[in-house]
């Protein structure tokens, strides 16, 4: 291997965290601090009363339930681990499904699906005869921009284009629509919606904050609540409503170098200024139930926080709804796992929301109250507000889910009306960033020839969240009633007498007048979507070229820019004539047509009114720079928003010059936590190889699941099943076998660290394999693999530890680090199973177990 020493030795991410782990305030300042504002936090002015008869039916029934029936209720378990028959033995309080979870696993569940699902769990929840209680169940879905899981819904554009758009009515609209499609499926709660508010875009969830700033995010709550839950007073929690939930409670959106489920140091002043205005407004309304988030302040993670959760939220502030926990977020907390933690509880959560590992935390929660290690009077503290919750929602008293007011009627979901609310709400998200020579808009007779790879693409368009978690994957036809964003200039430009051409990569039959080119981030949600600086595209990849292939041709290009953030791409602005952030529209692509295109008459349809509620950056490590902030020099800032006719403001030369060479980095992470990107997961069969692309996977040979070590699905288990003659493997490639240089970062004394978890030992040989063979390279001099069952042999069962293998071993066989495909490869013919987590190559060996070269 030639071996190059680092130019810069300094990573990014040692850059980001050396520049910002120092606490901004001291701990002592933050204790005074704490005394002197905590009387700050405001006593909400609430709006749904407490109601003597609601409270006397608590107690009469607090006093006939079990300890086993209470904690019941207290716990959440997952769809896909659980049955019916286990809700009828247990009783639990609720259940959810996660993203991507869906009635009988099938994607493709219709609604009536759905409905027969709630109606069998709640009828095994008000069926006695097992566990003696008789309370209703409810069941709680992520419909964070629609009834996002189902196919067929209305999707929304996500929280960060609803910013854009800054019209709490039109919000208030947005949440009725979609508790109708949520009503139509039996369901009674919403985890909406999220008021993060947002200070580092590179934060995977920047999309599903409304803004930077809390003044929007202070108004959309309140809306959202209303409707989604009806006003207090006149509609609250009615037949056509349901519960919502504000999360995530507390600082999620303002963790250190915006790491998902990361620390937040900012003061409590700030916490309170900045992130929890959502919550004076969402809980004033009525909110229902607060999520507890994954973040910690200051080192301790709020699930643990008895501050946070008992004396701000409920005791200060006076919320007597209920606080449920993220996803197994209470295993986050120090000492605890997700089968056991009392100090969750004992800190204030009402619910655990725990899918998969449920049955052994409930048995060690009824242990930890009979050990007093959690007193009685916190459990019936906990289960007064679930009760408390489901009556004020009516669940005592209203029918059955199959039987309530909007069960079954399939006609609202996605309707015709829905989807006019949705397409509103595209129309006003889109932010015109620039307008040269006012190019847009468009006339609709024009030769239009439509390019990039968001083109003609719901699912890209629709970003995570949309029918599976991450959103990957998802095909046009499984948005039935969808529309792309070619799929409206192809109407309008054709009713016009106008033509279109549809090419991905900007080839044409006959040369256009204009070319609207459609590129952007691929779906993403979570931590998945976590980014280490905000620049698009490194090294100007394809939507860069694309765009300046089309300019030199003399083509107008006019681009839309899809992307759950506002991110660095000063180079393609460049090379744009007009420039359009249409964030994340959803299933109504449609619309951008409406505001792009002139009608036939040559009017303009709709201007261009959304505006700017995240700043744009100047450059890609401009990462905290936010509204009111000391030294705020965005590229283009807060408010900003061209309307037709406006002058444009940015230049066509804007700066490509990055101030950090983001390429350089003696770590290159494969899979940490996540897959990273370039690369993809593969199992291999036998000759199949299969794209993972979802928690389970089983092929013949081998099967792949995603577990959670340290927080959720940061590994995954591979096994190989050993019944066939055929090999099973695990495999990391990158996607249409691109060749990566990961050459340019490692030096010599380079490891490949991995960390495994025997859960059966290997019956035979194991081998790792890379390979840098790309497309057309028949030579197979470019495959190696080493044999490690040795180490394997050598490693502790049902315990993680690190693998450290030389690359060198590979290097001496050939491999070329300059042109990877596949960094990692395990693949053997017998049976084995192991957790997998944290694959990076790096300088150190970090392994307890390490192999060198012969
Ligand atoms: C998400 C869930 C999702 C699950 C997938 C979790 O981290 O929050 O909504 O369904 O992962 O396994
Ligand atoms: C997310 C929540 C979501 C929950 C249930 C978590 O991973 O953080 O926002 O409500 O999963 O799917």
């Not at 019916?84 to 994607?107: C, D, H, I, T, W």
């Not at 207090?232 to 303002?254: C, E, M, Q, W, Y």
Request: proline share 4%; charged share 20%; aromatic share 8%.
């Amino acid at each position: 291997m030639k071996i190059t020493p680092l130019l810069l030795s300094v990573s990014m991410a040692t850059f980001i965290a050396g520049c910002s782990t120092e606490p901004l305030v001291s701990e002592q300042a933050i204790n005074k601090n704490k005394q002197a504002v905590s009387k700050t936090w405001p006593r909400l002015d609430k709006q749904v009363k407490t109601s003597a008869a609601i409270e006397l039916r608590i107690t009469k029934m607090l006093a006939e339930m079990t300890v086993e029936q209470k904690v019941a209720q207290m716990i959440q378990p997952e769809i896909r681990d659980i049955t019916v028959e286990q809700m009828r033995q247990y009783g639990f309080g609720s259940y959810l499904n996660g993203g991507g979870a869906f009635p009988n696993n099938n994607k493709h569940a219709t609604p009536a699906d759905w409905v027969e699902l709630a109606e069998a769990m709640y009828q095994a929840s008000i069926d006695d005869s097992l566990d003696g209680s008789a309370i209703p169940t409810m069941w709680g879905t992520d419909a964070v921009h629609g009834h996002n899981n189902v196919i067929g819904a209305t999707l929304f554009p996500h929280n960060i284009g609803l910013g854009a758009a800054n019209n709490p009515a039109l919000i208030e609209q947005i949440a009725e629509v979609t508790a109708a499609e949520v009503m139509v499926t039996g369901i009674d709660w919403v985890f909406a919606p999220t008021v993060a508010v947002v200070r580092d875009d590179r934060w995977g969830r920047t999309y599903e904050g409304y803004s930077e700033d809390p003044e929007i995010v202070k108004s959309y709550s309140a809306a959202i609540v209303k409707g989604l839950q009806g006003a207090p007073g006149t509609d609250f929690l009615a037949d056509n409503r349901v519960i919502s939930t504000v999360k995530h409670f507390l600082g999620d959106g303002g963790t250190v170098g915006g790491d998902d489920q990361g620390d937040n140091i900012d003061s409590e002043q700030a916490l309170f200024d900045l992130h929890a205005q959502g919550y004076v407004s969402g809980l004033s309304v009525g909110a229902q139930t607060v999520m507890a988030s994954f973040n910690s302040w200051h080192g301790e993670k709020i699930h643990g926080s008895k501050y946070f959760l008992t004396e701000v939220l409920k005791e200060q502030m006076g919320f007597d709804g209920l606080v449920v926990g993220d996803w197994n977020g209470h295993g986050q907390v120090d000492d605890c796992t997700n089968e056991s933690c009392p100090q969750s509880i004992n800190a204030g959560l009402d619910i655990f929301m725990v899918p998969t590992d449920w049955q052994t935390l409930y048995e060690n929660t009824l242990q930890q109250v009979s050990d007093k290690v959690i007193a009685m009077s916190r459990i019936d503290d906990a289960v007064s507000r679930i009760l408390r919750v489901k009556m004020r929602a009516g669940l005592f008293d209203k029918p059955s889910p199959a039987n309530r007011a909007l069960s079954g009627k399939v006609e609202l979901i996605g309707s015709e009306e829905h989807r006019q609310v949705a397409q509103q709400a595209v129309r006003e998200s889109l932010v015109l960033l620039k307008n040269k020579n006012n190019i847009l808009p468009l006339n609709p007779k024009l030769k239009v020839l439509v390019a990039g790879d968001g083109a003609d693409n719901i699912g890209k368009q629709s970003g995570g969240w949309s029918i599976t978690w991450q959103g990957t994957n998802n095909t046009n036809d499984e948005f039935p009633g969808g529309s792309s964003i070619f799929d409206g200039i192809y109407q309008q430009v054709t009713a016009a007498g106008g033509q279109v051409e549809l090419n991905v990569a900007g080839d044409f039959t006959e040369k256009p007048d204009v070319a609207i080119v459609v590129f952007g981030e691929e779906p993403y949600a979570e931590g998945h979507g976590d980014r280490e600086t905000l620049n698009y595209q490194p090294g100007g990849k394809t939507d860069l070229a694309l765009l300046k292939k089309l300019k030199s041709q003399g083509i107008t290009v006019v681009s839309v820019f899809i992307s759950g953030r506002p991110m660095w791409v000063n180079a393609e602005l460049n090379a744009s004539d007009a420039f359009v952030a249409a964030w994340l529209p959803g299933s109504e692509g449609k619309a951008v047509a409406d505001v792009l295109l002139q009608d036939k008459a040559g009017n303009i349809q709709y201007d261009f009114t959304g505006r700017l509620s995240y700043s744009w950056p100047s450059d890609a490590l401009q990462t905290s720079v936010n509204r009111f902030d000391k030294d705020y020099s965005p590229l283009l800032p807060y408010g900003f928003g061209l309307s037709y006719g406006d002058n444009d403001v940015l230049a066509d030369n804007l700066s490509e010059v990055l101030t950090v060479d983001l390429n350089q980095s003696k770590t290159k992470k494969i899979h940490t936590g996540k897959i990273q990107s370039p690369w993809q997961l593969l199992l291999v069969s036998g000759e199949t190889e299969q794209l993972i692309s979802s928690n389970t996977v089983s092929l013949p040979a081998a099967e792949y699941r995603t577990s959670d070590r340290v927080v959720q699905e940061d590994a995954f288990i591979f096994t190989a099943k050993g019944n066939t003659a055929t090999t099973a493997g695990i495999k990391i490639a990158s996607e249409s076998l691109f060749q990566e240089d990961m050459f340019s970062s490692l030096q010599s004394g380079s490891y490949i660290n991995f960390d495994v978890n025997i859960k059966q030992v290997p019956s035979t040989n194991v081998l790792l394999s890379m390979n840098c063979e790309g497309f057309g390279d028949e030579s197979g001099s470019c495959q190696e693999s080493i044999d490690i069952t040795k180490l394997l042999n050598e490693a502790e069962i049902n315990q993680w530890q690190t693998l450290s293998i030389d690359l060198q071993c590979f290097a001496n066989q050939g491999i070329n680090f300059g042109q990877m495909v596949s960094p990692f490869g395990l693949s053997t013919k017998g049976s084995l199973s192991l957790g997998i987590a944290n694959i990076i190559m790096a300088t150190p060996e970090t392994g307890q177990l390490s192999m060198a070269c012969d």
